[in-house]
Nanobody
Framework: QLQLVESGGGLAQPGGSLRLSCAAS????????IGWFRQDPGKERELVAS???????NYADSVKGRFTISRDNAKNTVYLQMNSLKPEDTAVYYC?????WGQGTQVTVSS
């Protein structure tokens, strides 16, 4: 089965950190660009960060300087390191690549 699986979400305090993982199974991520998106209830899904197959990255203004996207092709996984978290980062985070969406992982930032 070809799928993307996110993990690493959870509860963090403001100013804290989390690292999300997006692991591919059934196919290789090597040749695909991957995006991390997030969606809060009642809002549109927005692109947070993306990385090309060559490793070039792009970030939404709201997360620049705080989030870092990276990939480990040997592990067939893309990561999103989230630092200096804010309550407004609370959302379900999804990865997308090769025309597939993961199931999402909840991130909640609250004291």
């Amino acid at each position: 089965q070809l799928q993307l699986v996110e993990s690493g979400g959870g509860l963090a305090q403001p100013g804290g950190s989390l690292r999300l993982s997006c692991a591919a199974s059934g196919f290789s991520l090597d040749y695909y660009g991957i995006g991390w998106f997030r969606q809060d209830p009642g809002k549109e899904r927005e692109l947070v960060a993306s990385i090309t197959s060559g490793g070039s990255t792009n970030y939404a203004d709201s997360v620049k300087g705080r989030f870092t996207i990276s990939r480990d092709n040997a592990k067939n996984t893309v990561y999103l390191q989230m630092n200096s978290l804010k309550p407004e980062d609370t959302a379900v985070y999804y990865c997308r690549g090769a025309l597939r969406w993961g199931q999402g992982t909840q991130v909640t930032v609250s004291s």
